[in-house]
Structures are given as C-alpha cells and as structure tokens.
C-alpha cells in the first residue's frame, strides 16, 4: 500500500546533539512538508519541498535542515540550535493536484533528556 | 496573515448527543478547506476538502458546510469512536500548496 514512513516513532536528544528524523513516501508525490506540533496549538509549517534538490523555509525554520536529494525522502535535521526541540513531528505529502490535502506520516515525537 | 480558528477548544458529548465544530478564517484568496481527523499519538487522516460557500460533503455521521467566513463540522449521534481531534485547515492561492492549520477541537464522546 502507498504511504508515508516516518521513522523512529520516538527519538530522544541529549543537549548538543544534531538528530535526524527520517520522512519516505511511495506516493509519487511531487511536494512533501515537516510540521511541528505542540500541545494545545496548530501544526506549524518548518520546511517544504515542491521539487527535488528544492527547499524552502517554513514559519519556524530556525534551528531546523532539510535535503531533497530523492523524490521519494525528505529527512530533518534537528540541530543542536533548536532551543526547544521536544515536539511531535509530522511529515506530509501532496499531488499536483493538492485535491486531497496532505497524506500525513505517522509522526516523530523528539524529547530532549 | 493567513488565520484559522477553531472553537470549542474541547467538547464533550454523550453518546447520540449531536453537535458542531467551528473553523472560522481570514485569509486572502481561499483555495480550499479541509477537514482531518487525529487520533492521539498519530497523524492526521484526511476527512473533507470544500472549496466554495454553500458547499457540503458528507461521510457517515459527519457533515462539512463551508460559508465565506467560516465552516463547520457537524456530528450526528455520534458514538465513542468519534473521539480525536479534529483539525482544520486552508489553503490559498499561490502558496505552493501550504496548509495553515487551526489549533483543533478535541473531541470526546461519552459512552
């Protein structure tokens, strides 16, 4: 079945370490995104990629690196200037078309230790 | 700016108790509202996409409206496996495909 993979389910972070979260899609979609998402607010936007070897920054890109390299992956890196990186992180994808909204993964949730 | 504001913050029903969920916006050249639903610990699942006002869809005991300024999800009697949170989000022209998403209703059904 066509999808989206994130992996790990769960990740922890020591202070001053660079991690990265792992995002593959099998849907031959052209764009995928990396949201955030903290407790009692919305999904906020941190990178996207419409193209391969093509990124631009989200609302909170800050402390945050993305690659395109392939169509079917878009890792994040959570670097080590990321004060606050404990969150749910949730890769998406989309068509051309877009009629559909996102297909979500089924998230990264980061803790810092 | 682009904002979306979903109300109540939490609801809870009892079971069969019908209710409706509020997504309110402003934004400049609506492209298309969408619906999901979250279940805790995961990501969410696509429900709905409206485009225009006085548009409506349907899905089991769940119906989407859309107005100029506001959409809504109604539930009728619903049961204990409603529960999640429900998101809702828009997406406008030129904004290669982004979605600005609603902080959600969390919804719980009682049985």
Redo the contacts between chains.
Sequence with gaps: DGGITQSPKYLFRKEGQNVTLSCEQNLNHDAMYWYRQDPGQGLRLIYYSQIVNDFQKGDIAEGYSVSREKKESFPLTVTSAQKNPTAFYLCASTSGTGGYGYTFGSGTRLTVV | EDQ?TQSP?ALRLQEGESSSLNCSYTVSGLR?L?W?RQDP??????LF?LYSAGEEKEKERLKATLTKKESFLHITAPKPEDSATY?C?V?VGGS?????????TQLTVLP
Excluded: D, I, N
């Design positions: 979306v913050e298309g969408f999901y610990g995961k990501g969410p699942e696509f996409t998101l989000a997406q290669a495909r982004q979605l600005t998403f609603g902080s959600g």
